[in-house]
């Protein structure tokens, strides 16, 4: 079983950075991809951003590319999403997620969860 907690969020003016972490604990972290998901109110969940266990694959949705920066420390049980130049868009919930098994990249399916740190962007 992984338990993983998101920390970071918080309310900030548009064009402002934030970097969220998701501190994970319990087993094989560092085989596992990790994804940054949100869900803005009134929308679907949205995969913003996914890492697999060495870094060598990242994904990124459209909307996010060139502002936001996904990392891991397999040492520290820990992935990062820095955020840059923040839009009121950006708005949402922010999940952290872990994939134990996939078989296309970007994975779809992850087995473990956060509860969610809240990003509120003004304009």
């Known amino acids: 079983q992984v338990r993983l907690v998101e920390s970071g969020g918080g309310l900030v003016q548009a064009g402002a950075s934030l970097r969220l972490s998701c501190a994970a604990s319990?087993?094989?972290?560092?085989?596992?991809?990790m994804g940054w998901f949100r869900q803005a109110p009134g929308k679907e969940r949205e995969l913003a951003a996914t890492?697999?266990?060495?870094?060598?694959?990242?994904y990124y949705t459209d909307s996010v590319k060139g502002r936001f920066t996904i990392s891991r420390d397999n040492a520290k049980n820990t992935v990062y999403l820095q955020m840059n130049s923040l839009k009121p868009e950006d708005t949402a919930v922010y999940y952290c997620?872990?994939?134990?098994?996939?078989?296309?990249?970007?994975?779809?399916?992850?087995?473990?969860w956060g509860q969610g740190t809240q990003v509120t962007v003004s304009s």
């Open positions: 319990g087993r094989t972290f560092s085989s596992y991809a």
């Open positions: 997620a872990a994939a134990r098994y996939y078989g296309s990249w970007p994975p779809l399916e992850y087995d473990y």
């Open positions: 890492i697999n266990w060495s870094s060598s694959s990242i």
